[in-house]
Nanobody, 120 residues
Framework: VQLQASGGGLVPAGGSLRLSCVYSGHGFSSYAIGWFRQAPGKEREFVAGFTWNGATTDYADSVKGRFTISRDHAKTTIYLQMNSLKPEDTALYYC??????????????WGQGTQVTVSS
């Protein structure tokens, strides 16, 4: 499995960005897949994801109502639409997948990060 993330950039507070992650390999429709982020000096944290089989979506409390995760099966791509961005959303965003039911349990594959910077 390979994960290729893109779409980061510099935006003002209140702005929007859409991240993309292309999934290469088997199991796109089955595996739990989603996004983490890591800000400077902080631990990597879960942001949003699909659970195994795409049954449900889950979001960190800090992004609920502002971020939306979606997927395109034909393109084996997931997206993270980020609206109403805040300076505290500034971080390196990683795409991730796991064989388990939820990304919070374990991550088996990481993509490279894409930088999101929100200016105040």
């Amino acid at each position: 499995v390979q994960l290729q993330a893109s779409g980061g950039g510099l935006v003002p507070a209140g702005g929007s960005l859409r991240l993309s992650c292309v999934y290469s390999g088997h199991g796109f429709s089955s595996y739990a897949i989603g996004w983490f982020r890591q800000a400077p000096g902080k631990e990597r944290e879960f942001v949003a994801g699909f659970t195994w089989n795409g049954a449900t979506t889950d979001y960190a409390d800090s992004v609920k109502g502002r971020f939306t995760i979606s997927r395109d099966h034909a393109k084996t791509t997931i997206y993270l639409q980020m609206n109403s961005l805040k300076p505290e959303d500034t971080a390196l965003y990683y795409c991730a997948s796991t064989l388990l039911a939820h990304l919070k349990s374990r991550v088996d594959n990481w993509g490279q990060g894409t930088q999101v910077t929100v200016s105040s």
